[in-house]
Each structure stands twice: as C-alpha cells, then as structure tokens.
C-alpha cells in the first residue's frame, strides 16, 4: 500500500512540479498547459512501456525480457518469474517423459500410447515390428486404419478390453501375438503388444499330442474290450478261443509299446544332455548286435548286407543310442517289401566341422517318402501312411526318439528317400576322444551278408 502510495506520490509531483513551473512562465494558463504537457509525457512513456511488455509476451522466452521501469518493471519482474517457474515444470515434464520413453523402449513388449481419439502419439521399436508401424510417419494417424485386421478394429471398438486379443501380426502371417488395450488419464489408451508364436506353438503341439495319445490308445482298447465281450457272450470253439486271444495279445502289445515309447520320450526331453559325463558305449559293438536283431525280425525275406567298422566308441547313454540304431534298422525292415535290400553300415567319418565321427547308416530299397514328408517325420505321431504304421507295430514315435537321442549326444539325423525307391537313414555321433578310447580297440572293418 505505502509503495502504491509513494508511486501516486511521484506521480502527483511531476505533474504539480509542470504545473508550477507553467505558472511561472505563462500564469494560470501555463499551469494548465504544464500539467497536460507532463500527463502526455507520462502517459506515452507508459503506452511505450506496455507496448515493449506486450512485444515480450509474444515472443516469450527469458532472454527477451525489455527494459521498463516503474509499474512496468514490477510486472516485468513477476512475468519473468512466471517464465522460469514455467520453463522448470517443463524440463521436469520432458525429463520424466523421455525417462518413460527410454523405460518403454526397453521393454520386451511393444508399447502404443493413443490419444482420447485413438491416434497414436508414441510407440517403441517392438510395436512398429509387431503392429507394422512407422513412428516418423504415422503418428497422430488413427492406430486402427493403420493395424488392418477385422478382430483388431472390432475389439478396439467393443471397449472390453480385460482380456488380451490372440491374432496374427499384420505384416508376418507366422507371428502370434498377443494385444492388450489399456485406458488411462484422460481417456488415453496404451496398447501392449506381446510376441506368443512359441507359447501358441506349444500350447497347438500340447492340444495335438493330447488328442493323439487318446486316439492311439481309444483304437486297440475298444478291439480289445470287443474282444472280451465277444469272450463273456458267445460260446467260442477252441480254436476260436485261441485265435481272438492272439488279436487281443497284439492289441496289448501295441499299447504297451506305445506307453514304452511314451515314458522313452518323456525321459528323453526331461533330462539333461546325455553326451558329456556319459559313459563309453561300444558303437560297434551296438551296430553288430542291431544287424542281428534285423536279421531275426527279418527272418530271412530280405537282403541284408552288413558292414561294421570296429573300435568306434562315443561318449553317452548305451541305452538310449541303441534304442535309435535300433529304431532305424527296425523301420528299414518294416518299410521294406520281401527281397528287398538293406544295408548296415558304421564307419569313421568327419562331420561338417571336421570333427570325428562315427556314421550309422542304414539304406533300403523300401517304400521311401515323398520330400514333402521328410521334415516332419521326426515330429510325434508322424505318419505318411497311418494304417501301413500301425499293421506293422508302428507307434509313430520311433523317429521323434531317434530325434532327441542324436540331439542330446550332439549327433547329427540326415534324412534322404525318394518313393519307391527307397530310403538312407544316417546317423552321426561325434566319438570318444582317443584317451577315452581302450587300447585295444584297434579299427577293422567286418562284413556279413
Ligand atoms: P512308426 O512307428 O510309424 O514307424 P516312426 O517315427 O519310426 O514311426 O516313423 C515315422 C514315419 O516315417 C513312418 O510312419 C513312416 O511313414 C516313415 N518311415 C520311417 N522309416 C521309414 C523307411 N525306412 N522307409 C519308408 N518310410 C519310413
């Protein structure tokens, strides 16, 4: 108050000191003429004034303040501290934005934020990869004319959005993901963004191998409680007796080697590499005695003709590599009509990185495969002919096992068959180092026809 005062106080000063200094020049009239002159004076000095606050204002910025005095110089004062109170809360603001920013780019995810309408104000790398954006040039553009996918638009419409949309990435078919909207503040949306090919992939493989473990054990069940009705109802002859006693002994077997196979595998996959910290196995020891076994299962319809290289040892599990030598051998013969050939072999060989190994190969003149069939043979259950499989004792697990023993001995699985023609299924198991090796194991090669 006493500074308004005193400003009011010079003011009244300057315009009595005109007003007296009119009178002694020119009278009362001069006094008149003084006091107008100096409230002239006073009143463009403080257009001037305003005019240079005014000036200021629209070009705000610290560096820019004018040079005023009196009132003019208060508000410039208060103006000022505005500026700088504004220009901190600011750089506060950017700082925690671009910290969100940095936080969000960091993330696994991808990450759309939208405005009240839905257009994008910011994404991560992660979403323009997932949602096929470009953040130079679509933002401000609305996310659901850029993200074309019917269950998309339709989900960002329905606004129940507690549950996250499966659908496929819009520009790679392959990509799974899932999509989560989430509203926050003033009505402005994040989009998450989350890659699920795998997680989908397994929980299609989990569904898949559920159902075809029901249906491989449904079919020999229900032979065989046929069977046992048939037993409980009807009289049967002897030989009736025997004969329904054998299907219903075969349907037994069948079941049992599929739950065999099962527990093979179950173990297989649960348990660490079985390479390092194994045990010495005698894989021309093994390969002999799988020629053996394919000459009794054979019993004498086809040419088999063996060729074995002794003194070849790996590091691993005997079991488990006998189970895929004997998997191979077995199917050559079941997929091979009578007077066919095959051929087992072990030798010494180099794999592609020149490391040692030791080849199991096992060739038929059988049916073969179509190429198209040969990347998935090793999936469970795989079959080219179901019904050829089964006739033959087939579990359709054989070479998914082969698949995780040669994995786990960091072996090798090579594939090649031509229809009709027949099939080379090769094994490759890198050997034991020669320390390992007993000395005695001198390397020959012996044959047999
Ligand atoms: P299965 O118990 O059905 O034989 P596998 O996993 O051992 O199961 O083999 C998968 C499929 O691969 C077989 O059903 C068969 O179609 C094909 N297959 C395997 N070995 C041979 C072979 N030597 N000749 C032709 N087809 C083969």
């Known amino acids: 108050m006493a500074f308004i005062l005193f400003r009011l106080f010079v003011l009244a000063l300057v315009l009595g000191s005109a007003a007296i200094a009119g009178q002694m020049i020119a009278g009362p009239k001069g006094a008149v003429a003084g006091s107008i002159l100096a409230s002239l004076i006073v009143y463009a000095w403080q257009v001037r004034s305003g005019r240079k606050i005014i000036d200021w204002l629209d070009d705000f910025k610290v560096e820019n303040v004018p040079e005023v005095s ?48 839905g257009h994008i104000s910011w994404c991560n790398d992660t979403a323009q990869d997932h949602l096929g954006l470009r953040l130079g040039s679509d933002i401000g553009q609305p996310l659901i004319n850029l993200v074309r996918n019917p269950n998309f638009s339709q989900y960002i419409r329905s606004r129940s959005w507690e549950q996250p949309l499966v659908m496929t990435a819009p520009r790679s078919r392959s990509k799974v993901l899932s999509v989560q909207l989430v ?96 045990e010495l196995v005698d894989l021309s020891g093994m390969a002999q005695k799988t020629a053996d076994e394919a000459q009794q299962l054979s019993g004498g319809k086809h040419d088999i003709h063996v060729q074995v290289e002794t003194g070849l040892f790996a590091m691993g599990n005997t079991a488990e590599i006998f189970s895929a030598f004997s998997n191979i051998v077995t199917n050559a013969i079941r997929y091979t009509p009578e007077r066919g050939k095959i051929s087992i072999a072990l030798r010494k060989t180099e794999n592609e990185i020149g490391k040692s190994c030791a080849a199991f190969v096992v060739q038929d003149t059988g049916i073969g495969v179509s190429a ?53 299924f090769t094994i490759l198991m890198p050997l034991a180092k020669p320390e390992a090796t007993p000395k005695s194991a001198a390397a020959q090669i012996t044959t047999a026809a």
């Not at 700088?84 to 759309?112: E, K, M």
């Open 70 to 117: 009196g009132w003019w110089d208060d508000l410039a004062a208060k103006l000022f501290r505005y500026l700088r109170l504004h220009q901190r809360q600011q750089q506060a603001l950017t700082n925690a934005l671009v910290s969100f920013r940095t936080a969000a780019q960091a993330l696994p995810d991808g990450v759309v934020t939208l405005d009240s309408e």
């Open 183 to 278: 509203s926050y503040g003033d009505q402005q949306m994040l989009v998450l963004s989350r890659d699920v090919t795998q997680v989908e992939k397994l929980e299609r493989m989990r569904r898949d191998f559920i159902a075809n473990v029901s249906h491989e054990l449904k079919t020999p069940l229900t032979v065989l409680s046929g069977f046992l009705e048939t037993f409980r109802d009807l009289p049967l002859s002897k030989e009736q007796q025997a004969e329904y006693l054998n299907l219903m002994y075969t349907q037994a077997n069948r079941m049992q080697n599929l739950v065999e196979d099962l527990l093979a595998l179950s173990a297989l996959e649960s348990s660490p590499s079985a390479g390092e910290g194994g």
């Open 372 to 424: 198209e069939h040969i990347p998935r043979l090793t999936e469970r259950f795989y079959r080219v002919d179901r019904s050829r499989s089964r006739e033959s004792g087939g579990t359709g697990l054989g070479l998914a096992i082969v698949k995780h023993v040669v994995q786990r001995h960091d072996g090798e699985l090579d594939i090649q068959s031509r229809p009709n023609a027949g099939s080379t």
